[in-house]
Nanobody
Framework: QVQVAESGGDLVEPGGSLRLSCTFS????????RGWFRQVPGKEREGIAC????????AYTDSVRGRFTISRDNVNNMLYLQMDSLKPEDTATYYC???????????????????WGQGTLVTVSS
């Protein structure tokens, strides 16, 4: 059973930056992709960024493309999300997960595996 732990969330002003981290532990399945998701209270959780196992492919939702960068460290089983030019609408709880796809094509957000972690709260406000 894969377990995840997200960290790095904080209160930041609009235009600021944050770097989120995610640690994977337990049995990590195959050479699968990894993804970041976020959820605002009252709304469904959405997949925002995905990265393939060898980092050769990434995918971003339109609202974060060009501002967020996903990366991974397979040696240490870590996943990162560099968030720049943050906007108030980026305020959400952020989650990471294994994505049971070899790449990030198609609706990769529908192929999440394992239980959700606690998430990390990002608040963008002046």
């Amino acid at each position: 059973q894969v377990q995840v732990a997200e960290s790095g969330g904080d209160l930041v002003e609009p235009g600021g930056s944050l770097r989120l981290s995610c640690t994977f532990s337990g049995v990590t399945p195959g050479d699968f992709a990894r993804g970041w998701f976020r959820q605002v209270p009252g709304k469904e959780r959405e997949g925002i960024a995905c990265i393939s196992f060898y980092s050769e492919r990434t995918a971003y939702t339109d609202s974060v493309r060009g501002r967020f960068t996903i990366s991974r460290d397979n040696v240490n089983n870590m996943l990162y999300l560099q968030m720049d030019s943050l906007k108030p609408e980026d305020t959400a709880t952020y989650y990471c997960a294994v994505v049971t796809r070899l790449d990030c094509s198609g609706p990769w957000w529908d192929h999440r595996a394992g239980a959700w972690g606690q998430g990390t709260l990002v608040t963008v406000s002046s």
